[in-house]
C-alpha cells in the first residue's frame, strides 16, 4: 500500500511516558479515503490505557515512521530530531557530540533538556553529562520501527522527569510470520555500510527480532584516515500473555565511533559567510595523516582515529499485565555500561601570521627566529607573515554505567483511570580529563604541524606542542535518584477530559575528584625547569583529592484538560511544573542550583482526511539555570533565567492520491533574565543562544504506481533564521536554507533502490561559533561550524 505521509504528528495522553511501551501504529495512506480509517486508529504509543486516538491528546509528540526515516536519511541520530518543531537540533559536530535545543530552553550545549529512551526507559538517566548527551548511546538502524518525540507536557512526571524532549525509540519485534530485510549503502564519500534484520515466531504467541548495522568511511570532512567505524546489534523476544499483557527482554551492543567535527575558519564579512581560501567549508577539516597520532610534552600518545562514540551494553525487560479486571501491573528494568570517550583537535582560534602567534607565546616583543615542519624540517614558506593555528589534542574517557527501575499499576474504574508508580535510578561515571596540549598548525585541511622558535634563544614548541595539560579531572561520579509519582484521568464527558498529577523526587550525588591544583598546592608547574623552553613552562598538575556530597528533592506537577469539539476537532490547555537537578559536572564546579520550569501551553487539533493540523502555543519560565563554559582553561559559570514564548505548527496535505505535502514551523521569542556569565557580564534580555526566532521545513512527496514498480520523489527545505551562538549576542550564526531530496523506487514486493541527496545546494549555513571564548570574533577568518557539505547516499534493499 502506498504511504504518503513521511510522519505522523499529534499529541499524546498524560501518562504517554509513564508506560511508552511497544503499541502499534498504523501507517497513514496515501489515498484519502484510506486516511480517513487509518487516522481513527492511529496509536501514538503505550499509554496506562493501553493506547489512544491520537486527536484525544493533550500535549504535542511527533512520530516518525518507518518511511519517515529511510527518507530523512539521517546523519546522526540527533539529526532526525530536525523533522520536529520546537527543537533545534546541530549535528555538524558528526555522529557524536550534537547539541539539541527544545523550545527556547537555555543550555550551553550538549542536549540538557533532551532524555532519549529505548522502549520507554530512559538509556542513560542523566540527560548530559559534559562530553556526553544520550543521542551519543543509540543509533538508528533498520531494527528501529519508529521514533516518538515528546515535547513539555507531562514529561516532569514520568521516567527520569525530563521536562524538555522525550524521544522514544521503538524497536521491532517478532511475531507470527518469518521476515527478514537487507541493505547495502554508499554513499559519495567512501562510507559503505550494511543494515540486515529478521524475525519471526518462536512458539506460540513469542517471537524473536535479532539486527543491526555495520559501517565504515572517512566522513563527509576526510582526516585522510579511517574516522568513522562501527556498529550495532540488538535482539529482543516478546511474549504475549493471552491478550493479558507481554513480557519482553532485550539487548542492545553499540560499538561505534566518529571524528568529532569542531568550527573550521571561515571568512565572515558584515554577516556574509564565506569560505576560508583553501579550506572547503563543507569538506574541510583540521585533522590529518600527520595530526592522527602525537606524543604531547607529558609522554601521552593519543590517537585521533579513536574520535568521539560509543562502546556499551544496553539490556532490559519490560512486563506489563493485567491482573485482575481494571488493574494492570507494569515493570522495566534496563542496565547500561561500557565507555564513551571523546578524542578530538579543538582550534583555540582562527588563522592568524606567526608573527602574532610569537607575541602570544613569549610577550611583547617577541619575534619568529624560525618556523618549521615538524615533518621534514623544510622552513615554512611567508616564514613570520605564514598563517597559522593552534589547536587542542583533547582526551576525555569516560566509563559510565546505569541501573533504572520503573515499576507502575493502573487502576480504572468507569470513566476515571489512576496510575501511580516508583522510578529508581543508580549510575556512575569514571571520568579522566586531559585538555589543552595545544599544537601549532598550518592552516589549511589536514594540517600540518609546525615547530617554532623565538628571538632570544627561545624554542616555543616540542613536536608541535606550544603547551601540555591545561585542565584536567580524574573523577568518580555516583548518582542516585528516586521518584514517587501519581495520575488521575477523569472523562467527565464523550467531550472533556481532565487530568493532574504530581512527581516527588529525590536527587543524591557522592564523588571523589581530583582537578588542577591552585596557588595554595603550587599551582602550575615548569616541566624541565628552563624558562627558555616556552611549552612546558604552565603545565597543570592534579591536585589532591576531594569529597563532594549533594541531595536535595523537589516537586512536579501538571493540570491539563481536554475538549473535543467533533471527532476531528479539539483543543487542550496545560499547566505543568518541571525541575533539572544538577548533575556531576555542575557539582563539580559549585552549581547546586535545581533548574525550575513553569509551563502554560495551550493546543488546536485537527485531523480530517484532506488536512491534519496541530497548532500549539506555549509560554515558558526558567529559574536556576546553571552551566559552565571553559575558556581559556578555566570554568566560567553562566548562572541565572530565562522566559519563552513561541509557537509550534505542523500538519500535511493530501490532496490526491500519491500527493502529499507535509509541513512544521516554529516561532521563538526567548531570552534571558538576571543571567550572569561569570558572574559579572549580564545577559538579560538578550536572545537565548543557538535558537533563532523562526525555523520551518516543508517536504512535498508524490508516489505513484506503475505496475511492479513503484517510483516516489520527495525534497524537503528547511529554513533556520538567524541567532547567537553565545549568550553575550556578540557571535552571529546568519540564517539559512538546507535542500534535501531523494527517489525510491518499489520493484515488485521485495526490493527498493534509493537515492537520497544531504545540502544540495552546498550551503554554508553556521551552526556554533567559538564557544571557547567571551565575546565577539570581529570580521575577517573566525572560527565557526558549518553543516556538513552536500552529499549523496545510494543504497539497495531486499526484503521477504
Known amino acids: 500500500m502506498l504511504r504518503s505521509a513521511m510522519f505522523m504528528l499529534g499529541a499524546a495522553p498524560l501518562a504517554l511516558l509513564a508506560t511508552a511501551a511497544h503499541a502499534q501504529t498504523t501507517d497513514t495512506a496515501a489515498a484519502p479515503q484510506d486516511e480517513a480509517e487509518t487516522t481513527e486508529e492511529i496509536v501514538v504509543v503505550g499509554t496506562a490505557g493501553g493506547g489512544t486516538r491520537r486527536q484525544d491528546a493533550a500535549f504535542a509528540v511527533t512520530t516518525l515512521s518507518e518511511e519517515a526515516l529511510d527518507r530523512a536519511a539521517p546523519t546522526s541520530t540527533a539529526d532526525i530530531l530536525r523533522s520536529v518543531p520546537g527543537v533545534m537540533a546541530e549535528s555538524s559536530g558528526g555522529q557524536n557530540g550534537a547539541n539539541i535545543f527544545v523550545r527556547g530552553y537555555p543550555s550551553g550545549g550538549d542536549a540538557q533538556f533532551v532524555t532519549f529512551q529505548l522502549g520507554g526507559v530512559p538509556i542513560f538517566p542523566p540527560a548530559t553529562l559534559s562530553f556526553l548527551e544520550n543521542s551519543q548511546l543509540i543509533r538508528l538502524d533498520e531494527t528501529v520501527k519508529r521514533v516518538e518525540a515528546v515535547r513539555g507536557g507531562t514529561g516532569s512526571l514520568f521516567s527520569n522527569g525530563q521536562p524538555g524532549l522525550t524521544v522514544n525509540v521503538v524497536p521491532r519485534t517478532g511475531g507470527s510470520n518469518f521476515e527478514g530485510f537487507g541493505k547495502v549503502s554508499y554513499t559519495d564519500y567512501g562510507e559503505i555500510r550494511g543494515d540486515a534484520w529478521v524475525s519471526g515466531p518462536l512458539g506460540e504467541n513469542t517471537g524473536f527480532m535479532v539486527g543491526g548495522y555495520y559501517a565504515q568511511g572517512n566522513g563527509v570532512r576526510d582526516p585522510q584516515f579511517r574516522a568513522e567505524k562501527g556498529g550495532q546489534i540488538t535482539a529482543n523476544i516478546r511474549h504475549e500473555f493471552d491478550n493479558r499483557g507481554s513480557v519482553e527482554i532485550y539487548a542492545r551492543y553499540l560499538n561505534d565511533r566518529g571524528q568529532w567535527l569542531l568550527p573550521i575558519p571561515v571568512m565572515s564579512n558584515n554577516g556574509e559567510i564565506s569560505a576560508y581560501p583553501g579550506f572547503d567549508a563543507g569538506t574541510g577539516t583540521l585533522p590529518g595523516r600527520e595530526t592522527r597520532v602525537t606524543t604531547n610534552i607529558v609522554g601521552r600518545t593519543i590517537d585521533l582515529a579513536q574520535g568521539r562514540g560509543a562502546d556499551v551494553i544496553n539490556t532490559g525487560i519490560a512486563f506489563d499485565y493485567e491482573v485482575a479486571e481494571g488493574l494492570r501491573l507494569r515493570e522495566r528494568l534496563s542496565y547500561l555500561g561500557g565507555n564513551a570517550d571523546t578524542i578530538g583537535m579543538v582550534p583555540e582560534g582562527p ?59 493502573e487502576w480504572t474504574a468507569g470513566n476515571n483511570k489512576f496510575t501511580g508508580g516508583f522510578y529508581f535510578a543508580d549510575y556512575s561515571s569514571r571520568d579522566k580529563w586531559v585538555l589543552g596540549n595545544q599544537v601549532l598548525l598550518t592552516a589549511e585541511p589536514n594540517a600540518r604541524l609546525l615547530n617554532l622558535t623565538l628571538n632570544g634563544g627561545r624554542t616555543a614548541t616540542l613536536n608541535g606542542f606550544t603547551s601540555g595539560p591545561g585542565f584536567q579531572v580524574d573523577a568518580f561520579y555516583k548518582g542516585t535518584d ?42 602550575n608547574v615548569n616541566l624541565d625547569g628552563n624558562p627558555n623552553t616556552l611549552y612546558d613552562n604552565s603545565v597543570t598538575v592534579l591536585g589532591g583529592p576531594r569529597q563532594l556530597h549533594y541531595s536535595d528533592s523537589a516537586w512536579s506537577w501538571t493540570v491539563g484538560v481536554n475538549y473535543d469539539f467533533t471527532s476531528e476537532i479539539g483543543v487542550f490547555a496545560r499547566y505543568s511544573r518541571g525541575n533539572s537537578f544538577p548533575q556531576f559536572d555542575n557539582l563539580r564546579e559549585g552549581l547546586t542550583q535545581i533548574a525550575e520550569v513553569d509551563t502554560y501551553e495551550g493546543g488546536l487539533k485537527v485531523s480530517t482526511p484532506l488536512i491534519s493540523l496541530y497548532a500549539t502555543l506555549f509560554h515558558n519560565k526558567f529559574d536556576g539555570l546553571a552551566s559552565s563554559r571553559l575558556v581559556n582553561n578555566v570554568p566560567i559559570p553562566e548562572v541565572g533565567g530565562a522566559k519563552t514564548t513561541g509557537v509550534e505548527i505542523e500538519g500535511a496535505v493530501r490532496p490526491f492520491r500519491g500527493f502529499s505535502i507535509t509541513a512544521g514551523g516554529t516561532w521563538l521569542d526567548a531570552s534571558y533574565e538576571g543571567f550572569f556569565t561569570g558572574g559579572t557580564v549580564d545577559n538579560t ?38 541567532r547567537f551562538s553565545d549568550p553575550e549576542n556578540a557571535q552571529v550564526l546568519p540564517n539559512f536554507y538546507q535542500l534535501d531530496a531523494g527517489i525510491t523506487v518499489d520493484v515488485g514486493e521485495h526490493v527498493t533502490l534509493a537515492v537520497t541527496g544531504n545540502n544540495l545546494t552546498d550551503e554554508i549555513g553556521l551552526t556554533e561559533g567559538n564557544p571557547r571564548i567571551i565575546g565577539g570574533q570581529g570580521s575577517g577568518a573566525i572560527l565557526a561550524r558549518p553543516i556538513l557539505g552536500r552529499s549523496f547516499r545510494f543504497s539497495a534493499a531486499v526484503k521477504f
Open 351 to 409: 588563522p592568524r601570521s606567526a608573527a602574532d602567534v610569537a607575541v602570544a607565546l613569549g610577550g611583547a616583543g617577541s619575534t619568529v627566529s624560525s618556523l618549521t615542519y615538524v615533518n621534514g624540517g623544510q622552513a615554512v614558506t611567508g616564514g613570520a607573515n605564514a598563517q597559522v593555528m593552534r589547536a587542542g589534542i583533547w582526551e576525555v574517557r569516560k566509563k559510565i554505567s546505569s541501573f533504572v527501575s520503573d515499576s507502575a499499576f
Open 685 to 722: 534580555g538578550n536572545q537565548v543562544q543557538r535558537q533563532p526566532r523562526w525555523a520551518w521545513r516543508v517536504t512535498p512527496a508524490y508516489e505513484v504506481d506503475l505496475g511492479g514498480v513503484r517510483p516516489a520523489v520527495f525534497a524537503t527545505l528547511q529554513y533556520t533564521g538567524d
Open 482 to 523: 528516586y521518584a514517587f509519582y501519581a495520575v488521575d484521568e477523569f472523562q467527565i464527558t464523550p467531550e472533556l477530559r481532565i487530568d493532574g498529577g504530581v512527581r516527588w523526587q529525590r536527587h543524591v550525588v557522592d564523588a571523589t575528584l581530583r582537578t588542577p591544583r591552585g596557588a595554595a598546592e603550587g599551582g
